[in-house]
T-cell receptor, first 112, second 113 residues
Framework: DAKTTQPTSMDCAEGRAANLPCNHS???????VYWYRQIHSQGPQYIIH???NNETNEMASLIITEDRKSSTLILPHATLRDTAVYYC?????????????FGAGTRLAVHP | NAGVTQTPKFQVLKTGQSMTLQCAQD?????MSWYRQDPGMGLRLIHY???????DQGEVPNGYNVSRSTTEDFPLRLLSAAPSQTSVYFC????????????FGQGTRLTVV
């Protein structure tokens, strides 16, 4: 199973872009990169996922390097409500059930 | 849609007591899971189910039982609570396609004294 490495914490000024990196150097060709966040002990919330190509939705953008060994989650205009722990997850499993393996994540603090 | 509903939100148990944490989803998802989260840590998988009548162990299953008699419900049972089971418990559901996201409940905060 591919593991991920993220910085423990990051800061960002409100209104600026928050760029959260993740390393997953052992990722397999059929594994997706998922990002979730957890706001103050609430249930985790799905943000975005991707396989090879860059992805964008209403919450964020996901940039995956060409070799797929790392990715960056971008919150284009961070707000105070984006303060949360962000988890980068490689979704494992072949067919059947695909487990989510959560690491410690990155604690993002957005300040005024 | 209510999504994933967990009850109760808070619970205090004495060591040795038993209880059931309830989880229900109204999205007709086949996959459901239970996680626990200890202070300052990520989530760890306890048990999961890929459909009614089918369950399997995650990474920390000891001290917990599950069953899945319907698609909607996936209760987690603590047979004899221990202080080490003090944690926040999250239930999640997802459709079987690997390329989709999981939906999490709001958690049950359990304290065992």
């Amino acid at each position: 199973d591919a593991k991920t490495t993220q910085p423990t914490s990051m800061d960002c000024a409100e209104g600026r872009a928050a760029n959260l990196p993740c390393n997953h150097s052992t990722i397999s060709g059929n594994e997706y990169v998922y990002w979730y966040r957890q706001i103050h002990s609430q249930g985790p919330q799905y943000i975005i996922h991707g396989l090879k190509n860059n992805e964008t939705n209403e919450m964020a953008s996901l940039i995956i390097t060409e070799d797929r060994k790392s990715s960056t989650l971008i919150l284009p205009h961070a707000t105070l409500r984006d303060t949360a722990v962000y988890y980068c997850i490689v979704r494992v499993g072949t067919g059947g059930y695909n487990k989510l393996i959560f690491g410690a994540g990155t604690r993002l603090a957005v300040h005024p | 849609n209510a999504g994933v509903t967990q009850t109760p939100k808070f619970q205090v148990l004495k060591t040795g007591q038993s209880m059931t944490l309830q989880c229900a989803q109204d999205m007709n998802h086949e996959y459901m899971s239970w996680y626990r989260q200890d202070p300052g840590m990520g989530l760890r998988l306890i048990h999961y189910s890929v459909g009614a009548g089918i369950t399997d162990q995650g990474e920390v299953p000891n001290g917990y039982n599950v069953s899945r008699s319907t698609t909607e419900d996936f209760p987690l049972r603590l047979l004899s609570a221990a202080p080490s089971q003090t944690s926040v418990y999250f239930c999640a559901s997802s459709p079987p396609d690997r390329n989709t996201e999981a939906f999490f409940g709001q958690g049950t905060r359990l304290t065992v004294v």
